[in-house]
């Protein structure tokens, strides 16, 4: 099972989306987010798609629909069509998600939180989303805001100019706030 991580870099990999739905906007949005080179099929399309840099089809899937696909998200709201575009995937060797049953897929999207720069996606390991989903909410309201990890980050740049007692004393210390700040102390 692979996963789909926050920092992948996907820049110049061609991914199908097959729906229009919501669920497909927001994987869309992901991938755009990793650089990947999005084609989204589907009759009928969440008007926000009109503003992302993807192609568009405005029709059902078709088998070829898939042609040169690294990876592919089924996501139409139809469990038919989804497991169609799920075989045909995987007779192609591509990567696909099954955004309406995960474990018909082999790659999954994690639920993510971002604030100041750190990222955090975290998955089950189970077909249980919502305690993903949950787990991240939770993530996020540890995540630092700018200034605070601004201020971290100048402290240990200043710790490692130190001489090495000194260093080790003041890396400690921010370890030590760090820790504090996420609940660990």
């Known amino acids: 099972m692979s996963f789909l991580p926050a920092f992948l870099d996907l820049r110049g990999v061609r991914v199908v989306v097959i729906g229009g739905g919501t669920v497909a906007l927001r994987r869309t949005r992901t991938?755009?987010?990793?650089?990947?080179?999005?084609?989204v099929v589907a009759p009928e399309q969440h008007p926000d798609f009109?503003?992302?840099?993807?192609?568009?089809?405005?029709?059902?899937y078709r088998r070829g629909d898939l042609s040169g696909a690294a990876l592919v998200v089924a996501a139409t709201g139809s469990a038919d069509a989804n497991g169609a575009v799920v075989r045909d995937a995987r007779a192609q060797g591509s990567l696909v998600n099954d955004a309406g049953d995960a474990t018909r897929g082999n790659w999954r999207f994690p639920a993510q939180a971002q604030r100041a720069g750190v990222q955090v996606a975290v998955t089950s390991g189970r077909e249980l989303p919502?305690?993903?989903?949950?787990?991240?909410?939770?993530?996020?309201?540890?995540?630092?805001?700018?200034?605070?990890l601004d201020g971290w980050a100048a402290r240990r740049e200043t710790a490692?100019?130190?001489?090495?007692?000194?260093?080790?004393?003041s890396l400690d210390a921010l370890r030590r706030d760090i820790r504090r700040a996420v609940g660990l102390a």
């Open 130 to 148: 919502l305690l993903a989903q949950a787990l991240a909410e939770r993530a996020a309201a540890l995540l630092p805001d700018e200034p605070t």
């Open 50 to 60: 009109a503003a992302l840099p993807v192609t568009t089809l405005t029709r059902h």
């Open 31 to 39: 991938l755009l987010g990793a650089g990947a080179q999005v084609q």
């Open 160 to 169: 490692l100019t130190q001489p090495e007692a000194q260093r080790t004393a």
